[in-house]
């Protein structure tokens, strides 16, 4: 395959499209000249970029400068104008037919106000699509264009372009300057293995990776399966060992079933049962603590009798806001009372309100707001006396609808003061206020005698403003007073002397919630026959002295438990296992017997050495088993690793050889290019035994790396020399071109006449691309050309670029 043309559109300097470089397939030598900047490094850049998708040198000057690939820019770089197509078209032609490769780049949408990480250096080689195009129909699919690709020898030009093919007036020294084991891996190309040695290298790679994978924790390979299965197992077999060492005195027993709790799904209560070593010591722990409580029996039962009572035996809490849930027995005590009297509480205190609200009524003078009913119920009048009443006040209500205004509001006022003037009798009798001082206006008085004088005269002075019917009502109703009223009044604050205290009432309504569960306590100390006190007490102290008694009292009528046992029967839980297993039942507690249970123990305990033994035989068979195929495995594992070896030497000399094959190579280019040997001595490879450092020296003795010894001149001719020796073993299989960037500005004329004979005699059937600024170095490699009747084409960039800008 030779390059028949290259055209570019907005790519770099040519901002318009250049198609000036074309009809080249049959030229030997491809001459680019003319003054450096019009673009002949900008013409290897391109087709670079078209054969391996990106130009090399770009992203080693981003990393050199630093640039991070988060970095956002304004503009990319390449493109000349980004909101236009630009693109990059290489045809290549050869006796299969023609090629071109295209990598096109589609403008999209750009905010210009904006720098953006699309912009980055190191995206801009992603923003072109590749298209390829075999003999003027284009490849969709992208499948068919790698298998063209391939077919092409174009699929892997990206690894060994810039070793093979091209060398850049600036990097011209930079493969001689990488890292030992970085050129050996720029040269992974050269040492290909051929397919079927490959393949065989690679399934016996597979082969012991599936065998022994050391590196993977969790994708082990078999053996290291089998290794870890065989370890496992004689763990195992050494815990059933152990375990039938256990019940070996149970090797001949045969004991007899019997099911003890037929109701419950209890594992160890079964006939047939699975007992590994865990599940045998649970189900040995639990008949053992079902044992230890059949000994204990009758402790046992005192301990249930006496655990309710402990429960709610706590010391006095003495708070207002005691709560039921916390402190029952403290609760109980305190309000037992209330609430075993609590319709007797409720009746009473109803009663007391209504009374109130009569005594209110008397006193105020309020006789039409009077509930007779509530008077008649109790019995605080007769039936005769209260239809008298009935019908003076009927006669009030006449008297009232003819009086007068202004009657009508002495008449208030006298009641008014009327009534003020019984509270007043109250309160003196109470010593609450000084009797001599007038509770109207505060005036002062040297004894009540005389207030009462006073009172009564200004009192005439209102009544005497009244007219007929007023004074005629303040007489029916004075009357009613003197006859019934009075006496009632006396009768009311009588039955109001034993009240039900509102601090009382408000207590009750918050426990009555309990009423059940006070009951509940109450019937738990019957059975010690003790009651709760029935008279309610709000002396928190003598609450205290009660409740200490109450306890000292439930202490000494308790059943008596040893208090060693006591604790065991704490520790073993007693209390769920006498649910779990008795249902709480008395009677099924005492018909399992230790005799019962100590049956139990010695049948599981045979079972579980059958269970134990069987499993014993199984895992021993298991681990016989495991071990013949690990072995088997080890021994194929070994022969594996021995073939893998003999592999990994051949390869070894494989590539040995291909570089003992470039080394003459090197060392006569390197010659004829200098002229001479580098002070009388050659140029080596040196490698080590793995083939992983590759390094270039000039002596086997000292082994020091030619850059040491080397003038810069003399050292481009060297990578001048590799480069031919590279291309000369690997290039003309695949793409038989080679292209130099400027080479008179890194060797001297001298050195060029050994180049020029080298390409012209040596590299007749490659297509060379030669760039120079030189003219004479132009007219020397076309003399020498024509001289051999070799075709050649020159192209003056300067004049054709700024043909193309018109």
């Keep these: 395959m030779k390059i028949k043309s290259l055209e570019v559109k907005n790519f770099k300097l040519f901002d318009r499209k250049f198609d000036k470089i074309s009809d080249i397939s049959e030229a030997v030598l491809i001459l680019l000249n003319g003054p450096n900047g019009y673009g002949k490094t900008s013409i290897y850049d391109a087709i670079e970029f078209a054969l391996t998708g990106e130009i090399k040198r770009i992203n080693k000057y981003s990393d050199e400068l630093g640039v991070k690939k988060t970095e956002a820019y304004d503009k990319k770089i390449l493109i000349a104008d980004e909101t236009k197509e630009a693109y990059i078209k290489l045809c290549l032609e050869g006796v299969k037919g023609k090629i071109e490769l295209q990598r096109i780049y589609n403008p999209q949408k750009i905010n210009r106000k904006k720098a953006s990480k699309e912009n980055n250096p190191y995206k801009i080689f992603d923003k072109f699509e590749r298209k390829l195009i075999v003999d ?27 070793t093979c093919c091209f060398l850049s007036q600036d990097e011209h020294l930079g493969f001689l300057k990488e890292a030992n084991t970085d050129k050996a891996t720029s040269l992974e190309f050269l040492f290909e293995i051929p397919s079927e040695q490959q393949k065989e290298a690679d399934r016996v790679d597979n082969l012991i990776e599936q065998l022994k994978n050391k590196n993977t924790k969790k994708d082990l390979g078999y053996i290291t399966k089998f290794e870890n299965e065989k370890v496992e197992l004689k763990s195992e077999i050494g815990s059933l060992n152990e375990a039938v060492e256990k019940v070996t005195t149970y090797k001949e027993a045969k004991m007899s079933y019997q099911h003890l709790f037929p109701k419950k799904s209890v594992y160890w209560d079964a006939e047939s049962m699975i007992l590994n070593g865990k599940k045998y010591d649970e189900a040995i722990g639990e008949i053992e603590k079902l044992m230890y409580f059949s000994e204990h029996q009758e402790a046992c039962l005192n301990y249930l009798f006496n655990k309710p009572f402990k429960d709610i035996t706590k010391p006095f809490n003495g708070s207002e806001n005691i709560n039921y849930e916390n402190n029952l027995l403290e609760y109980s005590y305190r309000y037992y009372s209330l609430v075993k009297d609590e319709e007797i509480i409720e009746e009473k205190y109803s009663a007391q309100q209504k009374y109130e609200i009569l005594k209110g009524n008397i006193k105020k003078r309020e006789l039409q707001k009077i509930n007779w009913k509530f008077i008649s119920d109790e019995k605080l009048l007769d039936e005769d006396m209260i239809t008298i009443i009935k019908e003076k006040l009927e006669q009030v209500d006449r008297l009232e609808k003819i009086q007068g205004v202004v009657s009508k509001v002495v008449t208030s006022i006298t009641e008014t003061r009327t009534t003020l003037m019984k509270y007043v009798d109250d309160a003196v009798n109470k010593s609450i206020i000084n009797d001599k001082i007038c509770p109207l206006c505060g005036a002062p008085y040297s004894e009540k005698q005389e207030l009462d004088q006073k009172i009564k005269a200004e009192t005439d002075i209102l009544q005497s403003l009244c007219d007929d019917s007023s004074n005629e009502i303040n007489k029916i109703k004075d009357s009613l007073y003197k006859k019934y009223f009075d006496v009632l009044l006396k009768d009311v604050e009588n039955k109001l002397k034993d009240v039900i205290s509102e601090s009382v009432y408000k207590e009750l309504q918050k426990v009555k919630k309990n009423k059940s569960n006070i009951n509940e306590i109450k019937n738990l100390l019957q059975k010690l026959s003790i009651k709760l006190p029935e008279k309610y007490q709000e002396d928190i102290s003598k609450v205290d002295k009660g409740y200490q008694d109450l306890v000292r009292n439930i202490t000494e009528k308790l059943s008596k438990v040893p208090k060693q046992i006591e604790l065991q029967l704490i520790s073993k839980d007693f209390i769920h296992e006498y649910e779990k297993y008795y249902d709480k039942k008395e009677e099924k507690f005492k018909s399992v017997t230790n005799e019962l249970l100590c049956s139990k123990r010695n049948y599981i305990k045979s079972s579980f050495y059958d269970f134990n033994m069987k499993l014993l035989s199984k895992k021993n068979n298991e681990l016989k088993k495991t071990t013949d195929r690990l072995n088997k495995l080890t021994r194929i594992y070994n022969e594996l690793c021995s073939y893998q070896s003999a592999i990994q030497d051949g390869i070894k000399k494989y590539k040995r050889k291909i570089i003992h094959n470039i080394e003459p190579l090197l060392y006569v280019y390197t010659a004829k290019i200098l002229q001479q040997k580098f002070n009388g001595k050659s140029i080596y490879i040196s490698t080590d035994n793995d083939m992983k450092n590759i390094k270039f020296i000039n002596s086997v003795d000292d082994n020091q790396d030619i850059l040491y010894n080397m003038s810069s001149g003399q050292l481009a001719a060297v990578s001048l020399s590799f480069l031919l020796c590279m291309n000369q073993v690997y290039a003309e299989r ?63 960039m300067k004049n054709l670029l700024l043909q193309n800008n018109k």
């Design 136 to 162: 003027d129909q284009e490849i969709v699919d992208s499948d068919e264009e790698n298998r063209k690709l391939k077919e092409y020898h174009l699929d892997q030009i990206k690894d060994f372009y810039d």
């Design 734 to 796: 695949v793409l038989p071109i080679m292209l130099i960037d400027d080479p008179i500005q890194t060797i001297d004329d001298v050195n060029m006449v050994g180049l020029v004979d080298i390409l012209r005699h040596e590299f007749d059937n490659r297509q060379i691309f030669i760039s120079t600024h030189e003219q004479k170095l132009e007219w020397y490699l076309k003399y020498k050309y024509e001289k051999t009747g070799k075709k050649i084409k020159s192209f003056n």
